[in-house]
């Protein structure tokens, strides 16, 4: 069964950091490009970062700069690393894994950026 977990969402103030994890299990991690997503109340829901195995990235324009993706192939694990955060970035945020067996989705997780 395949599984991923996203955590490290929460409040924070804008321009403060948060570093979301995504914790896959019941998929061959290294094979699968990895992304985060995300939906605001609204709105469709829309790329943030994407990551392949070799560790080659891709980012929505409005976050380039700002934040970053990484993987862990040892542990299972997709990062994101959001910096200078902005109330736009309030969303919930959803980790997927994307591969030739298909893609799955997590459940995700909140973040919400307000003073």
């Known amino acids: 069964q395949v599984q991923l977990v996203e955590s490290g969402g929460g409040l924070v103030q804008p321009g403060g950091s948060l570093r979301l994890s995504c914790a896959a299990s019941?998929?061959?991690?290294?094979?699968?490009?990895m992304g985060w997503y995300r939906q605001a109340p609204g709105k469709q829901r829309e790329l943030v970062a994407t990551?392949?195995?070799?560790?080659?990235?891709n980012y929505a324009d409005s976050v380039k700069g700002r934040f970053t993706i990484s993987r862990d192939n040892a542990k299972n694990t997709v990062y994101l690393q959001m910096n200078s955060l902005k109330p736009e970035d309030t969303a919930v945020y959803y980790c997927?894994?994307?591969?030739?067996?298909?893609?799955?989705w997590g459940q995700g997780t909140q973040v919400t950026v307000s003073s």
């Open positions: 997927k894994a994307n591969g030739v067996r298909g893609e799955y």
């Open positions: 019941g998929i061959i991690f290294r094979l699968y490009v």
């Open positions: 990551i392949r195995s070799s560790g080659s990235t």
